[in-house]
């Protein structure tokens, strides 16, 4: 309790720092009083000096001197005095190192000097020689020394003052911290206070954050309120943060950008540190774009996090966004899916965009090296791309997503995936190697964060194992976030319907539609997307977008497009304001990921029973015996039976253009249907009507293949990237 006090003590130390108004006459008696505190320390010593001895001296040789007896008496009860006082000084000072030693030291000679010239001034008089000359030599020189004691512990020697005292000993007993020293405990004015730690021979770095639920147990913070970060160059070296105080707890309101039309490499603000920093991220701009993890259980608030960072991207020209949530549809991000390029919820659309990126990878990477550019930057012709991913487990194999995600980063497509558990049965390690970034909000197993976080960042005690207590809370990593920042806190921002409504609609103004090279490479399964997002392209868009300009503006939001005057503010408020503190909980889990293993099952049994009933009303072959039902599509044409009096003619073979044209109108009425996957036995009619065989049509399959018509697929089956008839 002793060591919490402290702490607690530093930080409001520093929030309490006054800041002083400065105008004209009053700087500088703003400066001289800045200088006055700062020389008040070194000029104390020497007031003392000058006042208390002779003083001291004075009255006691006034009240016993006069006589030799009571002199003599008094004399030696001051020299027994002095001396037990020095006994005391030396106990009672702290000595754990050399800089305590001399401390020590020094506290103790300041107390013997002091008591042996007042016994002799008692005696023989404060003013008189030699009594007088060694007030004045001997505490010119004690002054002098305490001055330079204050130097060192201000750090002049490179040397700080040590904190083992009090109740950071008896902590450091009950804990295990005996080879643990703490140093220079400072509050940062933030609600946090740090602290170096060195560690003795035997110790280690390690095995003082294995202790830090002990700490935050006995500090009586959070436990996540702890954190122990080493020193990269000396092992034996670290850094404690202890989070005395949530400056977050009253919610994080959202911060619209401030203009629209910025390039993807723009900082992303998407909330707050727990020291009252903005937490930004900025993954377009780093020097390898890292794909990210968002994991967390439901009720953590990624959903909340999500619509901030998409709201800005959506702001945002050279980018386009691509977002898969299969499993809440519309529900997340119903009310800004006109920001979204490409937005699917059925799960065989969702196959078709995750096979469609393969080839949109390799034809992003032809166009850079055309460009001479070896990675995406803003100076590409392409739009950097953004594809969201949630429970992205359901949606393609490990292999697969491994695959993308290693390529994608060079070619500026930013793979996202959010999930609730990132375990190896969900994603596998090869792809979880691949996402090198992080956000990972409350779990409820304290182990599940190691399946997200790097080690040196569990390691330090930074785990959000407070499963959905404090949604928004996380622990972020990557994206150009400050390596030193990584144990640190952060809530994401809480949004406004509306004002996310009103922003995407203004976006459209900037938002580029997605470049031809990519789009033709996505193929069909682009050109027959579901949902197209608006943009400055969209016909009729600008109206709508500057009536939300204007919304915005009234509502106390100055968002901007940049190089564009600044809308006049004439339509009526009809937006609510982002609220500046957030206390409804309830609000991050509304909309956040739900649990859909009841619906899944009761979806899946309704198929099957569908499946069963559809079955059983086909009818079985008549003839199961017949002669006819061993025949296969391989076999010849049987001859007539003489009995039958039936004869066949002989009908003209198409030749090899007109089998392949009925093939390739087989597969161009498919995608006038919106029909992009099939099996080879789909093209059994069409091969018997262009009177060839399997052997043929395995021959044309690999053609179309070869020529980007048709892309194969797991388990023998085959999409069409774009129609034989049409130019690609």
């Known amino acids: 309790m002793a060591l919490r006090k402290k702490t607690v003590a530093a930080a409001a130390a520093v929030n309490s720092t ?20 700062k020389a008040l320390p070194y000029v104390s010593p020497w007031a003392a000096t000058a006042t ?62 002091g008591m042996g010239w007042l016994t002799c001034a008692t005696a023989a008089g404060p003013f008189g020689s030699p009594v007088l000359d060694a007030w004045l030599i001997g505490g010119g020189l004690m002054a002098a020394s305490w001055n330079v004691r204050q130097l060192l512990r201000n750090g002049a020697s490179g040397d700080v003052e040590e904190t083992n005292g009090g109740g950071l000993a008896a902590l450091a007993e009950a804990i295990g911290w005996e080879k643990v020293k703490v140093k220079d405990a400072k509050g940062t004015g933030k609600g946090t206070v740090k602290a170096a730690v060195q560690v003795e021979a035997g110790g280690s770095v390690p095995a003082i954050q294995a202790t830090t639920e002990k700490v935050a147990a006995a500090l009586q913070v959070p436990p996540s309120g702890v954190v122990v970060t080493p020193d990269p160059e000396n092992a034996a070296r670290g850094t404690i943060s202890l989070r005395v105080a949530d400056l977050l707890k009253d ?54 996090f999500c619509r901030t960072v998409l709201a800005h991207l959506m702001c945002r020209r050279k980018l386009s966004v691509f977002l898969v949530d299969v499993a809440k549809g519309r529900q997340t991000v119903g009310h800004i899916k006109d920001g979204l390029d490409w937005f699917v919820t059925d799960p065989k659309e969702a196959k078709r965009l995750i096979r469609s990126l393969p080839a949109a990878i390799k034809a992003r990477g032809d166009v850079l090296a055309d460009e001479g550019l070896d990675q995406w930057t803003p100076a590409s012709s392409l739009n950097a791309v953004v594809v969201w991913l949630e429970e992205a487990a359901d949606l393609a194999d490990f292999e697969e997503l491994e695959k993308i995600a290693r390529a994608a980063r060079s070619v500026g497509i930013w793979l996202v995936i959010s999930l609730q558990r990132a375990t190896w049965t969900n994603v596998s390690t090869d792809v979880r190697a691949n996402l090198q970034a992080t956000a990972c909000f409350g779990v409820d197993d304290p182990g599940d964060a190691s399946f997200c976080l790097p080690d040196s960042v569990t390691g330090s005690g930074a785990i959000p194992s407070w499963g959905s207590d404090r949604p928004g809370y996380a622990f972020s990593t990557g994206m150009g976030i400050p390596q030193e920042r990584w144990t640190t806190e952060v809530r994401s921002c809480l949004t406004h319907r509306e004002t996310l409504t009103a922003l995407v609609t203004a976006g459209a103004l900037v938002r580029d539609p997605l470049d031809e090279a ?22 009729g868009i600008e109206e709508p977008a500057r009536q939300a300009l204007a919304l915005l503006a009234s509502a106390g939001h100055g968002v901007y497009v940049a190089g564009a005057p600044a809308p006049a503010v004439s339509a009526p408020a009809a937006l609510s304001p ?31 029973e569908a499946r069963a009933e559809i079955l059983g009303a086909i009818p079985g072959d008549p003839e199961p015996d017949a002669d006819y039902a061993h025949l296969r599509l391989e076999d010849d044409v049987p001859d007539a039976d003489p009995d039958s009096e039936m004869a066949f003619g002989e009908q003209d073979r198409p030749s090899t253009e007109e089998a392949r ?36 049509l395995q021959g044309e399959l690999k053609r179309l293949v070869e020529t980007g018509v048709i892309r194969r697929d797991g388990h023998g089956e085959y999409t069409i990237l774009h129609s034989p008839l049409q130019p690609a």
């Open 661 to 696: 044209h009925i093939l390739c109108v087989e597969l161009d009425g498919w995608v006038q249907q919106g029909r992009l996957e099939f099996e080879p036995a789909d093209l059994i009619p069409a091969t018997v009507a262009a009177g060839r065989k399997r052997p043929w």
């Open 578 to 608: 982002v609220p500046g503190a957030v206390t409804d909980r309830s609000a991050y889990v509304l909309e956040d990921d739900a649990d859909m293993t009841e619906y899944e099952e009761a979806a899946a049994v309704e198929f099957q």
């Open 18 to 37: 006054e800041i002083v108004p400065v105008g004209r006459g009053g700087f500088l008696g703003h400066i001289v009083g800045h200088l006055a505190g």
């Open 52 to 113: 208390l001895p002779p003083l001291a001296g004075w009255a006691t040789n006034t009240m016993w001197g006069g006589e030799p007896l009571s002199a003599g008496l008094a004399s030696a009860a001051l020299a027994v005095g002095g001396a037990g006082l020095s006994a005391v000084a030396w106990k009672t000072t702290p000595a754990t190192t050399k800089f305590g030693k001399f401390r020590r030291a020094q506290a103790t000679a300041s107390v013997a000097a």
């Open 518 to 539: 990519t789009a033709a490479a996505l193929g069909q399964a682009y050109a027959q997307r579901s949902h197209h997002g608006t943009n400055r392209t969209t016909p």
């Open 251 to 304: 919610g994080v309101p959202f911060a619209p950008p401030a203009l629209l039309g910025l390039l993807p490499t723009e900082l992303i603000p998407v909330g707050l540190y727990a020291d009252g920093e903005v937490w930004a991220i900025n993954p377009f701009a780093a020097a390898i774009l890292q794909h990210l993890l968002v994991m967390g259980v439901t009720g953590a608030g990624k959903s909340e």
